[in-house]
């Protein structure tokens, strides 16, 4: 097995995929939180189930061109709220949250809906890059022999 075998077989390709939404999405939520006060401003989010249908449909496709393996490239596609450029950048296509809490500035904005999905997104980061770290600590012992 070559060592590229190593890093885009398993879970890796699919975690990696995870945190680099999350990344995206937190320059959205945070620019959300900026412009708190501007008027007129619309608060703009991808949408995480979406994201995880998306998600589930690549690592089917990648499940079946693999014969069940579950190696290879995750082709994310750009059926969803995130696109993965070649370069391995990632676009999202995010929505207007319409919060229908329109105030008199003509702002629409839930703050508290705004720290919950600062939460949110701060845990799924976490959960994926630590889930990475994990793998890949598993991969240093197995290469160094020292299970």
Do not use: C, W
């Amino acid at each position: 097995m070559s060592i590229q075998g190593l890093t885009d077989g398993g879970a890796i390709p699919a975690l990696e995929a995870m945190a680099r939404f999350s990344a995206a999405r937190q320059r959205l939520i945070a620019d959300n939180v900026a412009n708190l006060d501007t008027p007129g401003y619309t608060p703009l989010d991808a949408d995480p189930e979406a994201f995880q249908a998306q998600m589930g449909r690549a690592i089917d496709e990648r499940r079946q061109g693999a014969q069940g393996i579950g190696t290879g490239p995750l082709e994310v596609g750009s059926r969803g709220p995130m696109r993965q450029l070649p370069g391995g950048e990632v676009v999202l296509d995010p929505s207007a949250l319409n919060e229908n809490l329109l105030f008199h500035d003509k702002n629409d904005r839930n703050l508290e809906r705004i720290m919950q999905d600062v939460s949110e997104n701060l845990l799924a980061f976490r959960a994926a890059t630590e889930l990475m770290r994990n793998r890949f600590r598993t991969i240093e012992l197995a290469i160094r022999e020292r299970f």
